[in-house]
């Protein structure tokens, strides 16, 4: 008879298998598939958590707690990263990681329940190198691990009809780092650099805002909340943030379609739940290309 337990459920598998097979030959892929597993199997076990079943390139595993969950996955996408021998072709292997916390049946040392699907759901949310979790994961998380996720949107996933809450965790050091306020960060910025003044002069529909130190986080997207409003069914209810960082401009993507730049010069750019610099003038689309004259078109400008 099954035992029902609350447990941290995590779904890794390797991103790209298909193409590792075709470019390294049947065996030698084989092979980086297998050490894939076994370091996230080793990861599973350093964290105090249990291994349920692998399949393939995928492995399902379970944990007491949210942190031994993220110790874990965040243990995997490390030691994945740095292993000499996991690149095809000069760029290395990857993985991608979806977590959730909840009720599952424990039976015959497997695990059954709508939380495991929630769990193998938000495998699919995230990209190459990405660990991508529920709020329930989050509410259980201990705060130096709940001061390194950041929301990336609210979406139904298949298979369901509410909404969930997704967010990404920043596992890597570089990461944190950037998430510190910029008074924080102040600190680390030269005086000749505090002494320009510089500032960012957004236009969209008639609307002028400016980001600058008075202003220095600005968040755009289709729901009612963000500071820059912006409708269209390809636009995430938390679609993007533009923030001023160390003197910098950063154009954070936490959207599902992505976001899309293009500078006066002509140069394009995209950026899917990542972050880049704004430079100079341009134009920023949101899920799909900024277009002249279009009415979801903003505008930027950077201004010294």
């Not at 492995?59 to 949210?66: G, H, I, K, L």
């Not at 110790?71 to 290395?92: C, F, P, T, W």
């Not at 936490?254 to 972050?275: I, L, P």
Request: glycine letters at 8%; hydrophobic letters at 40%.
């Amino acid at each position: 008879m099954g035992k029902d337990i609350e447990l941290a459920i995590l779904f890794a598998d390797v991103v790209g298998s298909t193409r590792i097979y075709e470019v390294m030959g049947d065996l030698r892929a084989r092979d980086m598939v297998l050490t894939c597993v076994e370091i996230m199997r080793s990861a599973t076990e350093q964290n105090h958590g249990t291994v349920i079943k692998t399949i393939g390139d995928e492995v399902m595993a379970t944990f007491p707690t949210a942190n031994d969950a993220l110790n874990a996955a965040s243990r995997m996408q490390h030691d994945i990263r740095i292993h000499s021998e996991l690149k095809v072709e000069g760029q290395a292997v990857a993985i991608r990681i979806g977590g959730h916390f909840g009720p599952v049946v424990l039976e015959n040392r497997d695990i059954f329940g709508a939380a495991v699907h929630t769990a193998n759901r938000m495998t699919s949310q995230a990209k190459a190198g990405q660990i991508m979790v529920t709020s329930a994961m989050v509410e259980r998380l201990a705060p130096e691990w709940k001061s390194a996720v950041r929301q990336i949107d609210v979406a139904t996933l298949r298979g369901k009809t509410s909404e969930d809450e997704l967010y990404e965790v920043l596992w890597q050091k570089e990461d944190a780092t950037s998430m510190l306020p910029a008074i924080a960060l102040g600190a680390t910025v030269s005086s000749r650099e505090k002494q320009r003044a510089r500032r960012l002069r957004l236009r969209f529909q008639g609307q002028e805002i400016l980001v600058d130190d008075s202003r220095s986080n600005i968040a755009i997207g289709r729901a009612e909340e963000n500071d820059l409003i912006i409708k269209g069914n390809l636009i995430s209810r938390l679609h993007a943030r533009i923030e001023l960082t160390r003197n910098k401009f950063l154009l954070i993507d936490q959207s599902t379609n992505g976001t899309f730049v293009t500078t006066k010069e002509g140069e394009e750019a995209f950026v899917r739940r990542d972050s880049m610099q704004l430079k100079g003038e341009g134009q920023i689309g949101f899920g799909r290309v900024p277009e002249t004259g279009s009415s979801l078109t903003l505008r930027y400008a950077c201004e010294d």
